[in-house]
């Protein structure tokens, strides 16, 4: 199994303008930690190509929050299978977890949904959780609102489309493409082809979902239709918040001026990293020469057609059957209002054969040999920068949609050239910090400790080694429990051993442990003996271990140390009073100097600590109690 770390989030603005808070980005840490702890499961999450759950890649392990002056990273660990063994362990991973997650977040509304399945009638309908949870059988939702599905209504249209205003007449969205029919009471979704792979196992593509309802909003849109999920019917009281799966899509920017974009079929085709990436091959795009048409009131207009096809590389596990499901759409441009009269979105199904057949194609001379589902239709006046947004958004991941929507490369004038860094190189900075969490590994200790956390070999013998640094500073470390010899370096750096607190560490014993290691550090910087330390402390919560490493400037530490007597609450999950912390942490952090070097080796280490500057000598006594 390949392993490697990496910065999960930050709580830095992203693209979309949106920042998560220190405290959500630890409590997004404690929840899984807490419930793998109780479910007996190992900790981590599945890491999924794209976000599709269909594509599994991995295990991810979230480690902890490095704390610097410029944001908050979470930090982890990335594992990634070698072998047949390793995807084999990885898949039975990812089923656990997704076993686990929707048992537990399906738990708050077992009585609610003991009563919906109760209601329902025909086919005993399978449970089912995304964006909430509910029950899934062929033609359930179909069954129970007839209305907003069967063709024989005046709602729905030969495709199967509902009339996008009238079902929001009858329902609220609650997230984009979620709606909550007021009667019966109960949960619709947009179709399930609005998915990652076609698959109810992945959320809705709410980009699109989003884009589209706001396109219905413009004064020029007569009809706007969309495809609901027959099979799929939700319980309102079990819809959380809006699934989030960031993604960042540069805007469309080719000259709205479609009448000059050349008639005939072009083929845009990935490159090997993305094809692998997006699970797409290559695009095909059609303009077809404009035509005459006449419209209801005999007058003639100018109109251009437009189609485009994506081609993937692998089947769709929501279609099953070794059948490909390529997204497809068809839009008509009006070239004297120059606006959209018309656009749709579709899924065109080929099963293996007539995808090869496909495949050697282009559009163009494709023919009509797929199974053809519509999912969404435009009517009326649609703006060219409205339509872009909404076509770009129904291919997510296919960035070649983007990259066609952009200027010709040859007519792209080159960004200008950044200015070459001549900065000094990444560092870490004088004062950060360090919080990890993780499954406690063994019982606390009855009293305060120090772990021998290095290893030393003496006399062909391997020894627990707890540094305990100089001056002060050691005299205070030792007056805590050890049955590791003790060791301190000849230089001014001192990564001192982690300190356990004992179970339950009330107040008191935060205290008792951060009082006077403050002050024995703050008088050691002043003497000279101490320049830079770091140093780590460890206690467990509801069998959770948590360690707050220090690192940095000596006094600076100290300084942070001494303010977080009054901050650390040691009885309370970390994402309590994280906030409060790191704002101490930027009264006393300087400007930073140089990029922040975040410390890779404390994913593993859980903790911090310093580099020396140069080889030290280190004194070590074994103490009396240790055996020669």
């Not at 062929?138 to 005046?154: K, M, V």
């Not at 995808?355 to 559009?363: C, F, K, N, S």
């Not at 991941?397 to 983007?402: E, Y």
């Not at 101490?584 to 020396?612: F, I, K, Q, T, Y």
């Amino acid at each position: 199994m390949r392993s490697s770390e990496g910065v999960f989030v930050t709580d830095g603005v992203n693209r979309h303008k949106m920042m998560l808070p220190v405290e959500e980005l630890v409590g997004s840490m404690e929840r899984p930690l807490l419930r793998s702890i109780q479910n007996g499961l190992p900790y981590g999450m599945p890491l999924n190509v794209e976000h599709d759950k269909c594509r599994p890649a991995g295990w991810c392990i979230p480690r902890g929050i490095y704390l610097a002056r410029d944001m908050a990273r979470q930090l982890g660990t990335f594992l990634e299978p070698d072998t047949q063994d390793d995807r084999t362990q990885l898949g039975r991973l990812q089923s656990q977890f997704e076993e686990d997650w929707h048992r537990s977040e399906a738990a708050p509304h077992i009585d609610g949904l003991n009563a919906l399945l109760a209601s329902l009638s025909g086919e005993s309908p399978s449970f089912w959780h995304v964006e909430g949870s509910g029950f899934v059988a062929p033609g359930l939702a179909a069954s129970i609102c007839p209305r907003l599905f069967t063709t024989e209504s005046d709602l729905v249209d030969k495709d199967g489309l509902v009339e996008y205003r009238a079902l929001l007449d009858q329902a609220t969205q609650i997230h984009p493409g979620v709606f909550h029919l007021r009667e019966p009471d109960i949960l619709l979704y947009a179709h399930s082809f609005f998915r990652r792979s076609l698959s109810r196992r992945n959320s809705l593509n709410g980009y699109l979902l989003r884009s589209f309802h706001e396109a219905t909003k413009e004064a020029g849109v007569t009809n706007a239709r969309l495809k609901l999920d027959p099979d799929l019917v939700g319980l309102p009281a079990s819809a959380g918040p809006a699934v989030m799966e960031l993604e960042y899509w540069h805007g469309p920017k080719y000259d709205d001026a479609i009448e000059t974009i050349p008639s005939g079929v072009s083929e845009h085709s990935n490159n090997e990293g993305h094809r692998t990436l997006a699970g797409i091959s290559r695009t095909h795009i059609w303009w077809k020469d404009p035509k005459t048409r006449r419209d209801d009131d005999g007058l003639e207009r100018q109109v251009r057609t437009f189609e485009v096809e994506e081609l993937i590389e692998d089947p769709s596990p929501g279609l099953g059957d070794q059948t490909f499901g390529c997204r497809y759409a068809h839009a008509e441009y009006d070239l004297s209002p120059r606006a959209v009269s018309h656009f749709d979105g579709a899924i065109r199904a080929y099963d293996g054969n007539a995808y090869l057949e496909r495949l050697d194609r282009l559009i163009n001379r494709a023919g009509k040999h797929a199974h053809y589902t519509k999912l969404f239709r435009l009517d009326g006046s649609v703006t060219v920068h409205r339509w872009k947004r909404v076509l770009s958004d129904f291919f997510r991941g296919n960035q070649l949609i983007p990259e066609y929507l952009g200027a010709a490369a040859e007519d792209r004038p080159a960004p200008p050239a950044e200015p070459e860094y001549t900065g000094p190189p990444p560092a870490l900075p004088s004062l950060s910090a360090y919080l990890a969490l993780d499954v406690a590994r063994m019982a606390s200790p009855d009293v305060v400790s120090l772990a021998g956390d290095q290893r030393v070999m003496l006399a062909e013998k391997t020894l627990a080694i707890a540094e305990v640094g100089r001056g002060q500073t050691c005299e205070v470390m030792k007056r805590w429990s050890l049955e590791a010899a003790t060791m301190s370096g000849d230089d001014t750096t001192a990564n001192l051993a982690r300190i356990v607190l004992p179970h339950p560490a009330g107040p008191a014993i935060w205290t008792n442990v951060a009082e006077p290691l403050s002050v024995a550090i703050a008088a050691d910087a002043a003497a000279g003996i101490t320049s830079s330390v770091s140093l780590a402390i460890e206690w467990q919560i509801e069998g959770a271990a948590i360690t707050l490493s220090i690192a940095g400037d000596a006094v600076r530490v100290a300084r942070l140390l001494a303010a977080s007597i009054a901050i650390v609450r040691t009885g309370e999950w970390p994402s309590e009073w994280i906030a409060q912390f790191r704002d101490a942490m930027l009264e006393h952090a300087p400007p930073l100097d140089a990029p922040v070097d975040w410390p890779a080796s404390a994913v593993n280490a859980g903790r911090m600590a310093l580099e020396r500057a140069r080889r030290v000598r280190m004194a070590i006594d074994r103490g009396a109690n240790l055996s020669d």
